[in-house]
T-cell receptor, first 114, second 113 residues
Framework: EDQVTQSPEALRLQEGESSSLNCSYTVSGLRGLFWYRQDPGKGPEFLFTLYSAGEEKEKERLKATLTKKESFLHITAPKPEDSATYLCAVQAVEAGGSQGNLIFGKGTKLSVKP | DGGITQSPKYLFRKEGQNVTLSCEQNLNHDAMYWYRQDPGQGLRLIYYSQIVNDFQKGDIAEGYSVSREKKESFPLTVTSAQKNPTAFYLC????????????FGDGTRLSIL
């Protein structure tokens, strides 16, 4: 069964304290892995798409990396405004109409204290 | 600006009542999705549609219904058969073909009176 597991569930950092969030996945074949940011009471905001092992994407203080079994979201010198829940989702290679569907992890809630 | 609009932001349902959540997009996306989000759980797929006048059940379709009469619109009805409707409902859309990210609206929070 296709599955996505994110860890830790919650992470508390001091401003400037770099860290990483993990997304482990089990799928029959990976079409793409997506990272989203979700603020309280809002919909997820798209951050990155990763397609193949070894790929990296960066945006400001965030860098996403991908291996054959997991992805990491590295946060360098975080600021309080980086506080949010970060969601990981995978799109699997499947025949038929469900091809575009995403499987989501439960998210990591990040809190950055000044 | 293009985007996805969900309304209302907050909705209250009485016992035995059906309620409809609106989702409109002006991104010219073919595919649209409804998810349910509960605290501590990932997003769970309720229904999806890849083309007008066609839709498929997701993982938790029982107690819900949808229609797709226009490309821009994908309303979700929470029926009285859904016994635990309290949740945050998210609508998303994307282009079909290739590996495209889904883009989300800002959700509707449904509560029971």
């Amino acid at each position: 069964e296709d599955q996505v597991t994110q860890s830790p569930e919650a992470l508390r950092l001091q401003e400037g304290e770099s860290s990483s969030l993990n997304c482990s996945y089990t799928v029959s074949g990976l079409r793409g892995l997506f990272w989203y940011r979700q603020d309280p009471g809002k919909g997820p905001e798209f951050l990155f798409t990763l397609y193949s092992a070894g790929e990296e994407k960066e945006k400001e203080r965030l860098k996403a990396t991908l291996t054959k079994k997991e992805s990491f979201l590295h946060i360098t010198a975080p600021k309080p405004e980086d506080s949010a829940t970060y969601l990981c989702a995978v799109q699997a290679v499947e025949a038929g109409g469900s091809q575009g569907n995403l499987i989501f992890g439960k998210g990591t809630k990040l809190s950055v204290k000044p | 600006d293009g985007g996805i609009t969900q309304s209302p932001k907050y909705l209250f349902r009485k016992e035995g009542q059906n309620v409809t959540l609106s989702c409109e997009q002006n991104l010219n996306h073919d595919a649209m999705y409804w998810y349910r989000q509960d605290p501590g759980q990932g997003l769970r797929l309720i229904y999806y549609s890849q083309i007008v006048n066609d839709f498929q059940k997701g993982d938790i379709a029982e107690g819900y219904s949808v229609s797709r009469e226009k490309k821009e619109s994908f309303p979700l009805t929470v029926t009285s058969a859904q016994k635990n409707p309290t949740a945050f409902y998210l609508c998303a859309s994307t282009h079909t073909g290739g590996t495209q990210p889904q883009h989300f609206g800002d959700g509707t929070r449904l509560s029971i009176l």
